[in-house]
């Protein structure tokens, strides 16, 4: 699987950005597909998933009520609605697939990434 991550830019506070990953390959929707961000200076953040097989979804408390993740399977796309954006928000954000069927998995459990990329908020 390969993963193009898209929708980065640059925003003001309080403003949105709708992130894609598009995967290339087949059976994308046995997958769970997450997203994860690095600040600069700062270790990789897990900010949510959805899994493959029941489409759970789980969010990092730092963006909860303000993100949201979706997919389409018949495009083997995976989205990251993210709205009322704040300065803290910047980072590269990167996608990532697994096969673990669970929510919240580390991201030593994510075999495949997407390059990342940059959001950027300004106040």
């Known amino acids: 699987v390969q993963l193009q991550a898209s929708g980065g830019g640059e925003v003001q506070a309080g403003g949105s950005l709708r992130l894609s990953c598009t995967a290339s390959?087949?059976?994308?929707?046995?997958?769970?597909v997450g997203w994860f961000r690095q600040a600069p200076g700062k270790g990789r953040e897990f900010v949510a998933d959805?899994?493959?097989?029941?489409?759970?979804?789980d969010y990092a408390d730092s963006v909860q009520g303000r993100f949201t993740v979706y997919r389409d399977n018949a495009k083997n796309t995976m989205y990251l609605q993210m709205d009322s954006l704040k300065p803290d928000d910047t980072a590269v954000y990167y996608c990532?697939?697994?096969?673990?069927?669970?929510?919240?998995?580390?991201?030593?459990?994510?075999?495949?990434w997407g390059q990342g990329t940059q959001v950027t908020v300004s106040s």
């Open positions: 990532a697939a697994s096969l673990v069927p669970y929510r919240r998995a580390r991201a030593e459990e994510y075999k495949y």
């Open positions: 390959g087949r059976n994308f929707g046995i997958y769970t």
């Open positions: 959805i899994t493959g097989s029941y489409g759970d979804i």
